[in-house]
């Protein structure tokens, strides 16, 4: 169904306002292709409809939808390999050794974008930990239009390309149209929520590990504080955090003490740091 | 000691294409039209090469042919296989993996889609 | 699993974001997309390049520009100065466009499909495809130029399309 020009009009206007992204009459085929799978989402078929939708005051999250659907999306799976090896060889290791084989591991993808991050643990997940211990992978992000992309778990060719193993592609993906989809046994290891982290959050389980990588870059030094004091609280005491690579907790928060796994640096709450009571999620 | 590459494609365009890609990660690149010519280029060459970018559709001999040929010489035990094709349908990268390569780049791609995927396979220059 | 399935063919909006990967992957430039193709546009001074797709379905998939533009994608491709290009510089590169589209498509036609080797005609103006009938066709402005792909379908027993 060939977008009108009205409605295209209204989208361009709308991008290049809140993302300085121009959209030349001729770019009508890349805003159907981008918007569709939004318009599934709210349970839209028709774009005129999605964009009437979105065009209506209460529906903001719609119109910001609109404008990171348009802008391109650099992640990789596996970002940052060393990072994922020193998980697999030596932290997880370490976090079996330590938790009773019924209870599940719980993972915070704490910066999750379109999701590769979380994907690419339950992917690396599945494969150590095989049928006999569960896991939970949380993905938190402040902007619901990259998690209505991770929560549909749908790449691109281009997407697909980016630093994701072949013999991952095969066992946990299918190719659907133009695009690939993640195979829903790995979906249900993945859940993904709106979360602000310059807020206080809520609702959140105790996590053995949390992946909080190049995002903390983006907040002040008083808010960096403020996140990272939280997101030890929803930590369990022996909980490790993952940051990243060019990033450190040092000049920030002198409660986490750093360890070296192999390729991975990971920082834990430090012995001396003050017992937290927190409410158990 | 510079990593060695060897792109095997019949197209003069592609070949062109990894070429430059592969020789601004710092690689040494050699170049072979299909199968046929990588193998006799193999067998004449003093050093194996670190890792071969494979185009499938070849003439003479194509690309899971060629990789099916190295794996089973232990000659070329150390080359590195990375399929990079347009074949895309998951019957077929199974199949290429199950030959033998090691990994496996779908076209269109970009220049960091490349150096991500010889990064997975442990081959930055220099090494 | 199996992917036995009937062929899900792109539609024109697909197809266009195919071309733009391909574009976008090795390509500079921006590719505007004409919203209504003309279908009877003459292709005089244009060239072809097409790959065949044979296999649950049947077709091609051709891409149409002029010279000046297969030289443009050419220089850009191989990052050449115009006054360097060749013919056969020109046709590998518009052959590998159409080998890279084709290939996508083929992608969403099924698993047995066979692609072939592209051809490259010189004159598309002399080019006539028998028992074939276009299924999608997109044109897009590149750099001045206008470039065409389109998706055909074997159709034994029509007359002779262009």
């Keep these: 169904m060939a977008i009108a020009s009205t409605d295209f009009n209204y989208v361009a206007d709308l991008v290049r306002r809140e993302a300085a992204i121009v959209l030349e009459p001729g770019k009508e085929y890349l805003v159907e292709a981008r918007l569709l799978p939004l318009a599934r989402e709210v349970g839209h078929t028709d774009i005129g409809q999605y964009i009437r939708h979105a065009q209506q005051p209460a529906n903001r999250d719609q119109r910001w939808a609109i404008v990171e659907a348009l802008t391109t999306n650099e992640t990789s799976w596996f970002r940052d390999a060393a990072v994922f090896e020193g998980f697999r060889k030596e932290l997880l290791p370490r976090l079996l050794e330590t938790r009773p084989a019924h209870q599940p591991l719980r993972i915070w993808s704490a910066a999750a974008s379109t999701g590769q991050e979380a994907y690419s643990l339950a992917m690396l997940l599945t494969e150590e930990l095989g049928i006999s211990r569960k896991f939970e992978i949380v993905g938190t992000d402040i902007s619901r239009a990259v998690l209505a992309q991770a929560r549909a778990g749908r790449y691109t060719q281009m997407e697909m390309n980016r630093g994701l193993p072949a013999r991952h592609l095969v066992r946990y993906f299918a190719r659907t149209g133009t695009a690939w989809q993640v195979d829903p046994q790995l979906q249900r290891c993945v859940s993904f929520r709106e979360l602000n982290l310059a807020a206080p959050f809520s609702g959140l389980p105790r996590f053995d590990v949390v992946f909080l990588r190049n995002v903390l870059i983006y907040f002040d030094l008083s808010t960096k504080q403020t996140i990272l004091r939280r997101v030890r609280q929803t930590m369990a005491s022996d909980g490790w955090l993952v940051l990243g690579t060019a990033e450190t907790t040092r000049g920030i928060d002198e409660e986490f003490e750093h360890t070296r796994l192999g390729g991975l640096t990971a920082y834990r709450a430090s012995a001396e740091a003050p017992l937290e009571l927190t409410r158990r999620a | 000691m510079t990593v060695q590459a060897i792109v095997i494609d019949d197209s003069s365009a592609m070949r062109m294409i990894l070429r430059r890609i592969v020789t601004k990660l710092g690689f040494e690149v050699d170049e072979a039209v299909d199968g046929r010519d990588a193998l006799d280029k193999l067998n004449a060459a003093e050093q194996v090469p670190d890792v071969a970018l494979i185009d499938w559709n070849m003439p003479e001999m194509n690309g899971l042919e060629f990789i099916q040929a190295v794996r089973s010489d232990p000659r070329y035990s150390r080359l590195t296989l990375l399929m990079v094709t347009t074949e895309s349908e998951q019957s077929q990268i199974v199949r290429a993996l199950a030959a033998g390569a090691h990994e496996y780049l779908i076209k269109p791609f970009t220049p960091d889609a490349v150096a991500e995927k010889l990064e997975i396979l442990g081959l930055t220059a220099g090494v | ?162």
Excluded at chain 3, 19 to 36: C, K, N, R, T, Y
Excluded at chain 3, 55 to 77: E, F, K
Excluded at chain 3, 89 to 113: H, P, Q, R, Y
């Design chain 3, 1 to 162: 699993m199996t992917e036995a399935m009937t062929a899900a063919l792109p539609s024109a909006p697909e197809l266009a974001e195919i071309v733009d990967q391909v574009w976008a992957s090795f390509l500079e430039g921006e590719l505007i997309a004409v919203p209504e193709p003309d279908l009877a546009r003459p292709y005089d001074g244009c060239l072809v390049a097409w790959v065949s797709i044979a296999g649950d379905w049947t077709g091609h998939l051709s891409v149409v520009c002029s010279d000046a533009a297969a030289r443009a994608i050419a220089t850009d491709m191989f990052q050449l100065d115009d006054s360097e290009v060749t013919t056969a510089e020109v046709a590998d590169a518009l052959g590998e466009i159409a080998n890279m589209v084709g290939g996508s498509v083929k992608g969403m036609v099924g698993a047995t499909a066979v692609l072939s080797l592209p051809q490259v005609v010189l004159d598309a103006a002399a080019l006539v495809s028998p028992e074939a009938r276009r299924l999608v066709t997109v044109q897009a402005h590149w750099k001045d130029e206008l470039l065409e792909f389109s998706l055909w379908e074997r159709q034994p027993g029509n007359g002779g399309g262009k």
